[in-house]
């Protein structure tokens, strides 16, 4: 078997994101990491939390790494990782009290942040938690860096992805009973943004 993946970001930005997500998230909270990747910050997180129960996901390309560090981990809280295609919404993903996303909304192309945040609205429960991790902007750009992985998205990823105005990602969520609630300064120019279920 080919050695695991590693994302070195995930190695820099693990620490601090459970930090964050551990001072929000409760005893017997069941997550839904939307684009796990490799799987790190599942593995990290779920050792680290052994009584939150965590289902990771990715697309079917990227299911081969993911499962291979959840498979080595054989963590209890860990669940099996599911395959979800944005474009194939699965039915029935539903009655998490969370759901967590890393780096993952600047890569999908704008239309597409629609159905993602329609889709997260259904399977999160009232009352429940949605936590958005990565680079926001915030009235423009935050840092030059930020402006340099904007422009190389457009080019290299897709010409409808890139990074969002808070104040825009906020809106659309509000349309699907999303209520923003903090934002949370994370290192290197990052944030985490939570948001309520109404209802």
Known sequence: MPDKPVNPACLRNQGPIEAALSSR????????E????????????AARRPDL????????????????????????N????????????????TGFDAVYTSNLVHYVPAP??????????????????VLFYGPF???????AGNAQLDAWLKDSVDTEAGLWERAAL???????????EEAITMPNNNVMLVFKKRR
Do not use: C, Y
């Open 112 to 129: 597409l942040v629609a159905v993602l945040i329609a889709g997260i609205a259904a399977a999160v429960v009232p009352g429940g938690q």
């Open 25 to 32: 998230l409760p005893a017997g909270t069941k997550v839904l």
């Open 53 to 76: 129960v965590w289902q990771a996901s990715e697309q079917a390309d990227h299911m081969m790494g993911l499962q291979q560090w959840i498979t080595e981990a054989s963590l209890p």
């Open 34 to 45: 939307l684009g796990s990747g490799t799987g790190q910050h599942a593995v990290f997180i």
């Open 137 to 143: 902007n915030e009235n423009g750009f935050t840092s």
């Open 78 to 93: 860990l669940l099996p990782p599911k395959v979800i295609d944005l474009r194939h919404w699965p039915e029935g993903l």
């Open 170 to 180: 906020a809106s659309l969520a509000a349309n699907h009973d999303l209520a923003f």
